[in-house]
């Protein structure tokens, strides 16, 4: 029986998606918990909406100050380790060879594992 081949689509669009969505589901819970619980200590629907509001607006400055503070130190850990890897190529040339090496073992016995797991997956699929 002949096969079609298997091809994954994955989603290809930004990380903005994702933060999107994230931050819409834990954003709005608060609001809507805060709407759920003020009418039985407040009567004036005016004050609430205003309550409401305000938090959305926190909750929303609070959520893209942390994203941002998230990512600003990603970018800071990258250059650090960059720079570190650097200056241990360049100043322990000999030892990061051998981590190399050891690296590269690694990949090649991974690589070789990943290929019989297929092999033998391929085998029971027939």
Do not use: C, W
């Amino acid at each position: 029986m002949p096969q079609t081949p298997h091809i994954e689509r994955h989603f290809t669009g930004s990380k903005i998606v994702g933060h999107i969505v994230i931050g819409m589901s834990d954003g709005l819970s608060v609001p809507f918990t805060l709407a759920a619980g003020l009418p039985g200590a407040i009567d004036s629907t005016s004050i609430i909406v205003t309550e409401g509001l305000a938090e959305i607006a926190a909750g929303s400055i609070a959520k893209e100050l942390g994203g941002y503070m998230a990512a600003q130190s990603d970018v800071e850990h990258y250059i650090s380790e960059s720079a570190r890897e650097e200056a241990e190529v360049r100043d322990k040339a000999d030892s990061e060879a051998a981590e190399v090496s050891v690296l590269s073992e690694l990949s090649i016995r991974l690589r070789q594992r990943l290929q019989l797991s297929l092999g033998q997956r391929s085998h029971y699929n027939r």
